[in-house]
């Protein structure tokens, strides 16, 4: 199958034109005319990562944050520079993976067993949704909760809104949204969620949080977003032959305890 064609799969999943207008996604680096020997799926593209590839023989890497994101005037970045080098294609997938259906929000929900999933936010010109508001099976404390989603996202730690009487009652209606989705807050007051989860939270929204009485967990940005991998990979494994979540995709946030 031609990069191209895979390109053309990837969008019916993930479309490049419900990507937000300040994102840059799309194919990066590399010819699409180029057969594609082995797809290596990533958060982010760095140098270890492009070896893997090199290593396993793939050389289409599909990634959520993209590699080039501000114009560049020069080609000297290590990364960019193997990539060329070695002809490994670079795809990225933003934004656009952030508001499809099935991507990262889909993804997220999923993994927490939420049911009645709903969008937090639609586009109205694409219909596409971003954030996503669901009911747990069983509502839980908001302590059970917090180890409930360390233990689904693999979180070595969290951080979450100081806790609030009403707060320990139940946890019922969660709201998510991977990656940095502190805008979406006051669409989860509004909607009576008892938990919002998501990252890259500001200091003053766990102040906004405690004072409504809804527990705010800011759970990490490489822990809500990188969920989306194993069910990508599947996905692409249903119709392509050689796909690999790279295992040198890691957090650039290390935690001391
Ligand atoms: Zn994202
Ligand atoms: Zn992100």
Known sequence: MLISEVIANL????????ADSWDNVGLQVG??????????LTLDV???????????????VVTHHPLIFKPISSITDEALVF???????????????????????????????L?????????????????????????????????????????????????????????????????????????CIEQKCDAFVTSDVHYH????????????IDAGHFETESLVLKPLSNWLATWFNGVEVAAKCKNYWEYKL
């Open 11 to 18: 969008n019916t999943y993930a479309p490049e034109f419900i």
């Open 31 to 40: 010819d699409e005319n180029a057969e594609a020997s082995k797809i290596l």
């Open 46 to 60: 760095d140098i270890d990562v492009l070896k893997e590839a090199l290593e396993i023989g793939a050389n289409l």
């Open 83 to 113: 990539a060329i080098k070695n002809n490994i294609a670079i795809f990225t997938m933003h934004t656009n993976l952030d508001w499809a259906t099935d991507g990262i929000n889909d993804s997220f929900a999923r993994l927490l067993g």
């Open 115 to 187: 049911e009645s999933i709903e969008p937090i936010r639609r586009n109205d010109d694409n219909g596409a949704c971003m954030g996503r508001f669901g009911s747990l099976k069983n509502s839980m404390s908001a302590h059970e909760f917090i180890k409930f989603i360390k233990q689904k996202l693999g979180c070595e730690v969290l951080k979450h809104s100081r806790l609030t009487q009403d707060v320990g009652v139940k946890i019922k209606r969660v709201g998510v949204c991977g990656g940095a989705g502190d805008e979406f807050l006051a669409e």
């Open 205 to 216: 929204l766990a102040k906004e949080a405690y004072s409504k009485g809804i527990l705010l």
